[in-house]
């Protein structure tokens, strides 16, 4: 075993309460810059500023897809980091401070409208998807450098879910709900980008102020590129089939995000319909997460992520009959999603702990920095990739833009795009997603011996927090 991994000698101090609470506001910042402009950008660029559909998904997803680049390379200038105050606490600071500005510069767009619209946005969202990989790829890595104790980690772990279903929720319903309160005028929008960024500004600078209470008991450290990376994980089958899985149910959530600004306004007929409907899809992400929580302790986290997984599909087969059947199906539909995602959101970074604990006992090594960039690469492409799909279902369907002064009627071909998009083409990215998922449970076992049990949640963690890492897996690669 490496020297990295030799435990401190005696046993380690919990962490202060401040850190772990402080850590998890870090996704105020996350929650909301991931949720905001899935949910609301490409609508504003087709429905406000008159970009063609087509131009209007590539301004959304070049940008977000350059993270793929700029990852890895965060992770290995930080890693090499001498600055003051460590190797991720200024990177945060440095998130903190420019995210928040070009977040709110990204819907103050001047008089433009078309392709020139679509340019400047594209280009003050590629500085804003900089922005936020310069924080969070040292924010997802410090966890793991903050103790050595996968119980501990765990409470950390725990607030940063409870915050990130906060964030989710909150942005989710507040900036739509200002963005369509002045008729979705541009003054409306800025208005929107500037709440918004008080929120990134608050979580992002409050994590960074908080961690400088936070212990530094072990380093990881990542490949200094994204090749290196792919063949650090190329050892790792369980990763690749779990890292797959949630790439392709990511890229399902992507594609229904984007869509439910479109379906609120041509298919309920309200634009302002999104904010009831989003908090039914994101309402339950708080409450039900205990719920999930108790059907991974008592039949494991594969087999509780193998049931949101199928409920998040009957959801979204569900809308596509909201047109015939009405509203109220709509809703309920939406809900039973808004169920599915508050697993998919838990699941998926309770099995991925579990699978870099199993990997570090295997290999020796630790690697947490260089597959939690991975997976936070893969994720952040696939939200965006699913903003640009749906994008393509408008174009291939003929969705007319407009601007704010001037509505225009939509071809039925239109109406059903917008259907298909938000509801059959998730269903079908999510159902492929578990044949991953089956292949990732071949590639872990249960050792005899070993008790199914789970530690319960500590108790100053939220309800609903993730326990310690599973005890039922082992990764036989």
């Known amino acids: ?146 103790t050595e104790d996968p119980a501990e980690r765990s409470r950390v772990l725990a607030w940063r879910v409870a915050f990130l279903g906060v964030a989710i929720l909150l942005s989710g319903a507040v900036a739509p709900a200002i963005a369509h309160a002045d008729g979705d005028t541009p003054a409306s929008y800025r208005l929107m980008g500037a709440v918004v960024a008080v929120l990134l500004a608050a979580g992002m600078f409050g994590a960074w102020f908080t961690t400088r209470w936070a212990p530094a008991v072990a380093r990881s450290e990542a490949e200094p590129s994204l090749r290196a990376q792919l063949a650090a994980a190329r050892t790792n089958r369980a990763f690749l089939h779990l890292a797959g899985m949630w790439t392709l149910q990511a890229l399902a959530i992507g594609v229904m995000l984007a869509g439910v600004q479109y379906f609120a ?43 949101a997984s199928l409920l998040y599909v ?27 995602y508050a697993g998919l959101q838990l699941l998926p970074l309770t099995l991925l702990a579990d699978t870099l604990a199993a990997d570090a006992v295997r290999t020796g090594k630790r690697r947490t920095a260089t597959f939690t960039g991975l997976w936070t690469a893969a994720e952040t492409l696939a939200f965006a990739l699913g903003a640009g799909l749906f994008a393509l279902v408008l174009a291939v369907t003929g969705f007319r833009s407009s601007d704010a002064d001037h509505e225009v009627a939509q071809p039925g071909a239109a109406l059903t795009g917008i259907t298909v998009g938000m509801s059959l083409l998730p269903a079908v990215l999510a159902a492929a997603s578990l044949w991953l998922l089956h292949r990732y449970g071949e590639e872990t076992t249960r050792p005899s011996g070993v008790p199914a049990e789970r530690p319960s949640a500590p108790s100053d963690a939220p309800s609903g927090a993730p326990s310690a890492p599973n005890k039922d897996l082992t990764v036989a690669d």
């Open 1 to 146: 075993m490496s020297a990295d991994l030799l435990p401190a000698p005696g046993p380690l101090p919990p962490l202060p309460r401040r850190v772990r609470i402080g850590y998890g506001l870090g996704s105020l910042g996350t929650g909301a810059f991931s949720t905001v402009p899935g949910l609301i950008l490409l609508y504003y660029l087709t429905n406000v500023l008159d970009v063609p559909a087509a131009v209007a998904g590539g301004a959304v997803f070049l940008p977000k897809a350059w993270d793929v680049l700029i990852n890895p390379l965060v992770g290995a200038v930080s890693d090499r980091s001498r600055l003051r105050g460590g190797p991720r606490r200024p990177f945060l600071l440095i998130g903190a401070c420019t995210l928040p500005p070009l977040f709110a510069l990204i819907f103050a767009a001047p008089a433009l409208r078309g392709a020139a619209a679509a340019g400047y946005v594209a280009v003050l969202f590629l500085l804003a998807a900089t922005a936020y990989a310069v924080f969070q790829v040292p924010y997802v890595t410090m966890p793991a450098e903050m």
């Open 314 to 340: 009957a959801g979204a087969l569900a809308l596509a009959c909201t047109g015939v059947a009405g509203p109220a199906l709509g809703y309920l539909a939406v809900a039973v999603v808004g169920i599915a």
């Open 265 to 307: 306004t041509y298919t309920f007929g309200s634009a302002s319909a999104v904010t009831p409907l989003f908090a039914c899809m994101i309402g339950p992400l708080v409450l039900f997460m205990p719920l999930w929580t108790r059907l991974a302790r008592a039949r494991g986290t594969r087999y509780a992520q193998w049931c």
